[in-house]
């Protein structure tokens, strides 16, 4: 019996070393802008803050590529409503996917659209916006 343990302990072991992900690493803007690309393809955790003289409705968009799509219709892998962003001129909002991480095939782009027609069009926010976000590959 315990041979049998130590057996499916080193039968396991390849199999858990595989599994494990890269290193998470932590990416942030350098200055404020309306998009941020980020290396890597696992989304666990997205913080924006925006800092305007006029409150707009604000919708984070997450988006499969290496570029930022141009202004119009968009599919993004992921949109949600800023809260608060309508209201105030600062303010900061975090998106948590630890649980469940957003994986993408080529890459992280994150922008924030001020379109009222909300997730279903992309209208570029302007040098507003800092990005944070904890991605891995």
């Not at 072991?13 to 690493?25: E, S």
């Not at 968009?74 to 469940?100: E, K, L, N, W």
Request: hydrophobic share 50%.
């Amino acid at each position: 019996m315990k041979r049998l343990a130590i057996a499916l302990v080193f039968a396991l072991l390849p199999g858990l070393a595989w599994a494990q992900t890269g290193a998470i690493r932590p990416q942030s803007s350098a200055a404020l802008e309306g998009s941020h690309i980020f290396t890597g393809t696992r989304v666990v955790r997205v913080t924006v803050s925006w800092h305007v003289t006029t409150a707009a409705a604000r919708w984070i968009m997450l988006f499969d590529g290496s570029a930022v799509p141009a202004n119009g219709a968009v599919r993004p892998i992921y949109c949600q409503f800023m809260s608060g962003s309508a209201t105030a001129t600062d303010g900061s909002f975090q998106y948590d996917f630890s649980a469940h991480p957003i994986w993408m095939n080529t890459g992280t782009v994150a922008a924030v659209s001020t379109n009222a027609a909300g997730c279903l069009s992309l209208t570029l926010d302007g040098a507003n916006n800092a990005f944070y976000a904890q991605v891995s590959n």
